[in-house]
């Protein structure tokens, strides 16, 4: 049986939940915050029933897992006591979990039954990568027989990329596509057959008879550079001293505690003395934490966007630091805190005098006058932090400004990309300026976004070319640090991560297992070092591009912010974990092989019996396979390598972090001895 076409709209489907809350005793307000608004504290206020002391509210949520808590009088912040459901967010958060499900997912998914769960079937994306054409198809994991791609009255068959507990999504690449063309899907499910018909593509454009505008989809290309880069992060007060004569008066001392005010003095001078050890352990790219005036140490409060902080040095020293690094082949990527300034900024200063006969009022939020940098400001600051006073970005003058600032440094230094602070709670259309004119003066400058969930609604090639890969961390941390989650259950999130957007851009979206707002993975991990070690090989060959925190690199360890901020620790004693080693090799074997810079992934099998998870990287004529064993013991591994991974895999091969000379066996096997809590990397000797 036939059923008619189903005409289908890229999203979601959408689930009505009511949130319920029995308090012990009165509240004057609850509100629910999530990860479904943003964490907003007010934005969904509970409602009381009558005579007693449940609160209750309904929210409408895109189908999925969501995390919550309860906020009573707008301060105190509870996990829901009648869920037992939560999830550790490696940022020291524990929060409850939210299965968001609709109606037809009631009974289970039975291929060949003749029954789909039509509520979520929905276009995956449509990407032009490598020359083909990339097409995505999601739907319940396990409802369908088989589904087709139909193009050129050709037929295509969709693989599945990645299927988890609730959603699998299926795959085709099509290649040596030149022109305009028309497709639908057909899913097949024992005697039924769905005529899928997308509306329109994920490339910005509308196409009301489902033709794919080739031109456009290649129109939105990432920086080449990025993908083959491994970038390192310096928080520039805490990596090396070179230059004494820019300390402040209380300098504290290099392996003193951190603190939020306290400095030690790093500066440019420093980071050119380490150039050499930077190009020996590999590093390609650096990202740089805030480097402009600011009376702070983190440099998130900026006093002068032009101006390199005097305790790093001169605008000149920045500059010949930046044009050193270059000629080493180490790319510069900014911090641009665009969101708010200090209360130093010149603009802002200038309302404190004038307040609201200030030619600056609207640069900024003010509830009402006469303002003071007090707590709970009379103006809004990021986070309500009275040091920060939040920027109105949309003020053409402000844009005009910020515009100002990235030409600037275009002429002033050799840089060659911005990270943009808490980028998603900037206007999406000042994005969209921003990146019209930075690319119009270099199609090459890097585009790389904070956000701490999923960056797709920015990274459709009008604004970011990529963000920080939060997910990705929280992946890696649930598997190899906290043990929380299985192997299979990591793999799901790893690609569902990548899922999210065009396989172009997830080669370039920064990876991290740290950062300056994290406790470092040395002290998170249940095993310590051995835990760092071990998503020290997922960072290293996992899709996307590696950042390393500095002084993870040799088993650092810290706490939350400050403390995981210290001092490089370039006296370091001893490395039982191999950490420094492991890293050495894994960067070395990374950027020989351009199956771990730019290749696709394969999930080949996981165990979560024996703490075993098996992936490969494929890209043309070039493959790797990688092994990680988050067990307590040793195991030998027996790989059976699908034959698209295998044939990148020939001849001579070797494990790379034992150095060991190996092939692959009769009928594409491999057997390997993978180490406690380690893994192996397999690739072309």
Not at 162 to 168: A, K, L, M, Q, S
Request: with cysteine; proline share 5%.
């Amino acid at each position: 049986m036939i059923t008619p076409a189903l005409a289908l709209t890229i999203g979601q489907s959408l689930i009505q939940h009511e949130f319920v809350f029995t308090a012990e005793k009165e509240y004057l307000r609850v509100n629910v915050a999530g990860t479904f608004n943003g964490w907003n504290k007010d934005a969904d206020p509970m409602v009381r029933d009558a005579g007693s002391n449940t609160w209750r509210r309904k929210v409408t949520l895109p189908m999925g897992e969501h995390q919550y808590k309860f906020v009573l009088n707008g301060e105190e912040w509870i996990l829901d006591p009648a869920n037992k459901r939560t999830f550790t967010d490696g940022g020291g958060h524990t929060n409850s979990v939210l299965h968001a499900l609709p109606s037809d997912f009631d009974t289970p998914a039975v291929a060949g039954d003749g029954k789909l769960s039509l509520s979520v079937v929905s276009h995956g994306g449509i990407y032009y990568d490598h020359g083909d054409l990339v097409f995505r198809l999601k739907l319940r994991a396990g409802d369908a027989e088989s589904i087709v791609l139909k193009m050129y009255e050709r037929e295509y068959p969709m693989d599945v990329l990645t299927r988890g507990e609730h959603i699998e999504i299926r795959e085709v690449r099509v290649p040596d596509v030149e022109h305009l063309t028309l497709y639908s899907f057909e899913i097949r499910d024992g005697t039924l057959k769905y005529e899928v018909l997308p509306q329109f593509g994920t490339g910005g454009f509308k196409s009301d008879q489902f033709w794919v505008d080739l031109g456009r989809l290649k129109q939105f290309q990432v920086p080449s550079w990025v993908e083959r880069s491994v970038f390192y992060q310096i928080f520039p007060d805490r990596f090396f001293n070179g230059d004494k004569s820019n300390d402040p008066a209380d300098v504290t001392p290099w392996d003193g505690e951190p603190t939020y005010e306290n400095f030690m003095g790093g500066d440019a001078a420093g980071i050119q003395a380490k150039i050499p050890y930077l190009r020996d352990l590999g590093i390609n790219a650096i990202y740089f934490n805030p480097v402009f005036e600011s009376q702070s140490n983190h440099r998130y409060s900026t006093t002068d966007y032009k101006k390199i902080d005097p305790k790093i040095g001169t605008n000149k020293d920045f500059a010949s630091l930046t044009k050193n690094l270059k000629s080493n082949g180490i790319r510069t990527v900014l911090d641009g805190v665009f969101n708010h300034t200090g209360v130093n900024f010149p603009a802002f200063v200038d309302l404190l005098e004038a307040q609201e006969n200030s030619r600056y009022k609207d640069w900024y939020f003010v509830n009402k006058y006469p303002i003071r940098v007090k707590p709970n400001p009379d103006y809004e600051g990021w986070a309500g932090f009275q040091r920060m006073p939040k920027l109105n970005i949309m003020n053409p003058e402000v844009t005009d400004y910020v515009l100002s600032v990235l030409d600037f440094w275009e002429k002033e230094a050799s840089i060659d990309g911005w990270r943009l602070d808490v980028a998603n709670e900037i206007p999406m259309e000042f994005w969209r300026k921003f990146r019209r004119h930075l690319k119009t003066t270099n199609q090459d400058r890097w585009i790389l976004g904070e956000n701490w969930g999923d960056s797709s609604p920015w990274l459709n090639g009008d604004q970011w070319d990529s963000a920080m890969n939060y997910p990705f961390r929280t992946a890696v941390l649930r598997f190899a640090a906290t043990e929380e989650s299985t192997p299979s259950e990591f793999v799901s999130a790893l690609m569902e991560a990548y899922c999210t957007t065009s396989p172009a851009v997830a080669r370039n979206m920064l990876n991290l297992v740290g950062s300056h707002d994290t406790p470092r993975i040395a002290s998170l991990g249940k095993h310590g070092g051995e835990s760092a070690r071990l998503a020290a090989i997922a960072l290293l060959t996992w899709v996307g591009t590696p950042c390393i925190y500095y002084g993870d690199e040799i088993g650092m360890e810290g706490g939350v912010d400050p403390d995981n901020r210290r001092g490089m620790e370039w006296d370091r004693k001893g490395d039982p974990f191999r950490i420094n080693e492991v890293y050495r090799k894994l960067i070395k074997t990374r950027l020989a092989s351009d199956a771990l810079m730019v290749g696709d992934p394969v999930v080949v099998m996981t165990d979560d019996q024996q703490g075993i998870v098996v992936y490969g990287r494929r890209a043309k004529g070039e493959s790797a396979l990688i092994v990680l064993n988050r067990s307590g013991v040793t195991r030998t591994v027996k790989v059976n390598v699908p034959k698209g991974l295998g044939d990148g895999l020939t001849g001579q091969l070797v494990e790379a972090l034992s150095d060991k000379t190996l092939a692959l066996g009769p009928n594409q096997t491999i057997e390997l001895e993978v180490p406690a809590r380690f893994g192996a990397v397999v690739v072309k000797k």
